[in-house]
T-cell receptor, first 114, second 109 residues
Framework: IAGITQAPTSQILAAGRRMTLRCTQD?????MYWYRQDLGLGLRLIHY???????GKGEVPDGYSVSRANTDDFPLTLASAVPSQTSVYFC?????????????FGPGTRLTVL | GQNIDQPTEMTATEGAIVQINCTYQ??????LFWYQQHAGEAPTFLSY??LDGLEEKGRFSSFLSRSKGYSYLLLKELQMKDSASYLC??????????WGAGTKLIIKP
């Protein structure tokens, strides 16, 4: 593994189903982030984690949950998917949870909720 | 409120110069980032400015004016591979990035 990986690459999901998007980094970065990207809108922060064991809410957290049991993994769960959660989801990481670090992005997961 | 404005789309010719503007208004300011995003791919870091002035990095330069809430990305000697979206993002007082919708740059031969 080099950098950040996300799985799955794409997924079609029925409304009401539960789904977990996976994100793993091997850079030993402290901070990790989940964004969604929708056409015509900027990236919007869903949840973040400044260090293992801590998480925080971003701009659009409703309908999503995260956990950070260790440094490397930061899964995003949709408890009961709705069509408005159709989007491209990017996981990112940065060396520290404070300061002006550069964020490095994973390849993204394209999610369609029908 | 927090807001980032940048043009939706720009067109330029191969070999030419293009300037992509960005105006920002955020709660606090800890720097301005530019990222490049090719279609279907992840954003990749281009530049970071926190002090006023021009930062040059090869064919790409980035400018910041904190008093005007304004930045631009300057791309010189355009190549076809520069066709991409360019994302402007301001870091607010909580060290969170506030993103613009991106400028799609189309390069014509």
């Amino acid at each position: 593994i080099a950098g950040i990986t996300q799985a799955p690459t794409s997924q079609i999901l029925a409304a009401g189903r539960r789904m977990t998007l996976r994100c793993t980094q091997d850079m030993r970065h402290n901070a990790m982030y989940w964004y969604r990207q929708d056409l015509g809108l900027g990236l919007r922060l869903i949840h973040y984690s400044n260090t293992a064991g801590t998480t925080g809410k971003g701009e659009v957290p409703d309908g999503y949950s995260v956990s950070r049991a260790n440094t490397d993994d930061f899964p995003l769960t949709l408890a009961s998917a709705v069509p408005s959660q159709t989007s491209v989801y990017f996981c990112a990481s940065s060396p520290s949870g404070s300061g002006t670090d550069t964020q490095y992005f994973g390849p993204g997961t394209r999610l369609t909720v029908l | 409120g927090q807001n980032i404005d940048q043009p939706t789309e720009m067109t330029a010719t191969e070999g030419a110069i293009v300037q992509i503007n960005c105006t920002y208004q955020t709660s606090g300011f800890n720097g301005l980032f530019w990222y490049q995003q090719h279609a279907g791919e992840a954003p990749t870091f281009l530049s970071y400015n926190v002090l006023d002035g021009l930062e040059e990095k090869g064919r790409f330069s980035s400018f910041l004016s904190r008093s005007k809430g304004y930045s631009y990305l300057l791309l010189k000697e355009l190549q076809m591979k520069d066709s991409a979206s360019y994302l402007c993002a301001s870091m607010d007082s909580n060290y969170q990035l506030i993103w613009g919708a991106g400028t799609k740059l189309i390069i014509k031969p």
